[in-house]
Structures are given as C-alpha cells and as structure tokens.
C-alpha cells in the first residue's frame, strides 16, 4: 500500500486538555435493554452514542419496544418506554432485529429474549456473524430455550419459553456478555441462578440489576468468581445519565502516559473497578496517573482521572489472570509496550483472535510495520521498542485498532501512520477525531 503523506498522522508535539468522553457502551447497552423490560417510562441521558449502541436502539425498536431519542447535538435523550405491565416481566421477542456489528447488543439482547413469546431472529453484519455464539446458546438451552445458530454463529434464531429453569453454569472462559445474558435470562427463572466466572469480568449487569432492586450478588472464589441471580424479579423504571466509557479513556491515558510532554484531564468517567485494571498497568510501567471517584450512579462510581508524560516507561508482563479485565485495552498497552524500555509480554489473550478482527495478527502486523519488535504469539505478543518509521495500517474496519495505531503515530512509536479506515472508530467513539484536535494531537 502506498503511503500518501498528506493522510499520515504524525508525532504531536503535546498532548494537553481536559476531555468529556462518549458514554460507556457497556452500561449504555445494559440500560436500554433493562429500561425495555422495565414496568415505565424510563431516561438514558448519553454522550456521543458510537454505533454499536445505536444497533441496540434500533433492534429494540424492531422488537416492539418504544424509544424517543431527543438529539441535541452531542447529548441524547433516550425515552424508553418499557413493555412491562404491573405484575408482570417485560416482554420482548417476535420478528428480526439487526444488531450491525454490535456483539454486545446480540449476545445481551438473547439473554433478554429467552423467555420472551413467540420467535426472535438476530442477525449482524459480515464480522459480528463470524464471532462465536455457542458460548451463549449453550446456558441459555440449559434454561429451558430454543436457540438456533448457524455452525455456532449469528444469526440466532430464539424460540422463548416461560418460565425459564434457573441453572448453576460455569462460563469456559471470562466473558462480562455472556455473564449478562445469563443474568437477564435469570429474571425470569423461578429461583437462584448461579454463573461461575473464571476471572475477573466486568459487572455493570449485577450492580445495574441490583440498582433497580433485583436480589443479584457477585462473590469472589478460587477460580474467579460467582454470580447469582434470584428470579423471578421485575424491573421498575429508572433515570441514568451514563458516565463516560473508560475504553475510550484509555486512548488518552496511553498516549498521555507515552507522550514526553502531555497533560490531560479526563472528566466523568465510569472508575468501576472491574474496568480500571489499566491504571494498574500503567502504574507498574512508571506513568504519572491518578483517579479520583466523585460520585455513584446506580451502582457505579464516577470520578476524573489526570494523566503527564515525561516518564519513561518499563516493560512489562501480562498474564491470563491479567487480560480478562484489560481485553478491549490490549491493543493500546501494546502500543505503550512498543515505547517502553525493554522486552514486554502478553499471553492467555486468545480471546483476541476472535474480535472484531483477529487482534494479535492485525496489531502484529501494525506495529511491525511501524518499526516496533514485535512476536506475535497464538495467544498474545512479545514487543520491544524498535525504530520509528512510516507504517501503512490496514484495519480490518477495527475500531481499535484504528485507535491504537493513531496513538501510536501522535506519541512517536511510529513515525508516522497512515490508517485505511479512519471511519471505523464511530463504532464506539464518534468524535474520537474531534477530540484529538482538541488536546493537539491533530493540527
């Protein structure tokens, strides 16, 4: 490919301002599904919705369930009216819905039809119909519903039943989407549902759901962790204003911590802990970060977090253990390891394999081609710093990746970095674009 230097993002010469980011997907996703299965009129107050979240307003909006969004510039206002009657669960299901390339919308949104009437088809776009389903099929059976898949992927096909049986099911591998959808099915299962997680996982569906007064409680053990759901239970409407996504954060938190001089303030950020293991990563490599929780919102807490450059960062070693909690962040620490001094690792990320592009090969090869000393691993990486030079990046249309390698070019790992796909990132953070600008990183 052809490097065309007007398209080629360059090293910035600081990094500094204080950012508002997108709300957080993962409770944006939570929120509308469980505001559709709620007795009431519900709001979601949302910054800057990327696509992914607008896939789960418009497969509720095809499942019958009706949503107002107030647009005002880069705020929404979503009015969700729930389906549920008093005494009653929400009832989703009947018809198609289309979950573009939104894993957490289709994964969730089966959990939450399990026990709905009638037949529900969920379908998604060319790579989200590609990721593995049967990881979520296989409990939702086990209570008592019909799922359908095509050799283990979308679309699914869910012929709900009512009441659901509750389970005790032990996840094969941490994964916070199929925790939820368990957790959402379990709503409507007469007694005590229980999921092992090997790992540690997110829990924005338990601390929602217990919120909104469902008996949910997570516990740790050897092996992880154990959630249990007492059902049945209902929903009663809600307000939230959804604080903003700490994967998006950690764009900044990267290159600020890479960056030689940078300092950035970044303001109503979700800090539930479950999310925040990349302070803790950041911290072991030597940056100069630190959080503050100012408040909580239906179970989550909030606060700002301050970022400067200037330090050299150290190498560093991950674990299985460790990329559970870190595994939309990974191709971002990677980046941080291509600028730290010394040889870094990560292992036990298969999961990466099967995102929205094969993660390990597509970064492998972005960095590689950027200069940095990269082995890639089956599951995972070994990464040195090397010499900067001019990459043309192919994307796969990854978000992510999109992102990590713009990072990678604004704090000089690369010399400079021409994406394929700049587009790509309105899947979780439309004004990423905008932001850059705004902190110097894009003149």
């Known amino acids: 490919m052809t490097v065309v230097a007007a398209d080629i993002l360059r090293p910035a010469g600081s990094l500094s301002g204080t950012l508002m980011l997108p709300s957080d997907k993962s409770i944006a996703h939570r929120a509308l599904i469980c505001a559709a299965l709620a007795h009431g009129q519900s709001t979601i107050e949302l910054r800057q919705p ?45 018809g198609e819905a289309d979950c573009g390339n939104s894993g957490t919308s289709m994964r969730l949104l ?5 026990s709905a009437p009638g037949t529900t088809r ?40 009512r009441p659901l ?44 759901l217990s919120a909104l007064g469902v008996d949910v409680e997570r516990a740790p053990d050897s092996n ?17 204003s959804v604080p903003g996504d700490f994967s998006a954060a950690s764009a900044w938190l990267i290159g600020a911590a890479i960056h030689p001089n940078a300092n950035l303030v970044l303001v109503d950020v979700n800090l539930n802990p479950t999310r925040t293991a990349l ?16 408040e ?33 962040e990974l191709p971002l620490v990677a980046v941080a390891m291509a600028a730290a001094t010394g040889r870094s690792e990560i292992r036990g990320a298969r999961e990466l394999r099967v995102k929205e592009s094969d993660r390990i090969s597509t970064m492998a090869a972005a960095l590689s081609a950027a200069g940095a000393r990269v082995e890639e691993l089956d599951d995972g990486w070994r990464i040195e710093r090397g010499t900067p030079r001019d990459a043309a990046v192919v994307t796969h249309g990854d978000h992510r990746v999109a992102m990590a390698m713009a990072v990678a070019a604004w704090t000089g790992v690369a010399a400079g970095v021409e994406l394929d796909d700049r587009g790509c ?15 110097g990183a894009l003149a």
């Open 50 to 94: 990327g696509d992914d979240v607008r896939s789960t307003i418009g497969a509720l909006r095809s499942l019958g369930v009706e949503i107002c969004v107030d647009d005002r510039g880069e705020h929404v206002a979503v009015g969700v009216t729930g389906l549920a009657e008093p005494g009653r669960f929400g009832q989703l299901g009947g």
């Open 110 to 114: 089966a959990g939450a039809l399990a």
């Open 122 to 161: 969920l379908t998604g776009d060319q790579s989200l119909s590609r990721r593995p389903m049967e990881r979520v099929a296989a409990p939702l059976r086990a209570m008592g519903t019909d799922v359908e898949l095509r050799d283990g992927h979308a679309p699914l096909t869910i012929h709900g039943r």
């Open 165 to 208: 049986r509750p389970i005790e099911h032990r996840l094969p591998i941490a994964s916070a989407q199929v925790l939820g959808a368990i957790s959402l099915a379990a709503l409507a299962a007469g007694g005590v549902t229980t999921i092992r997680v090997p790992g540690l996982v997110r829990d924005h569906t338990e601390r929602l």
């Open 224 to 240: 992880g962790s154990t959630t249990t759901v007492n059902g049945p239970a209902r929903l009663g409407a809600f307000e939230l």
């Open 279 to 294: 302070l803790d990563v950041l911290r072991a490599m030597g940056a100069d970060v630190a959080a503050t929780i100012v």
């Open 296 to 328: 909580e919102r239906l179970g989550e807490p909030v606060g700002e977090v301050i970022v400067r450059g200037g330090g050299a960062l150290r190498a560093i070693s991950l674990g299985a253990a460790d990329v559970a909690p870190l595994i939309d």
């Open 425 to 439: 990132v309105a899947v979780s953070y439309p004004s990423f674009w905008m932001d850059a600008r705004s902190i």
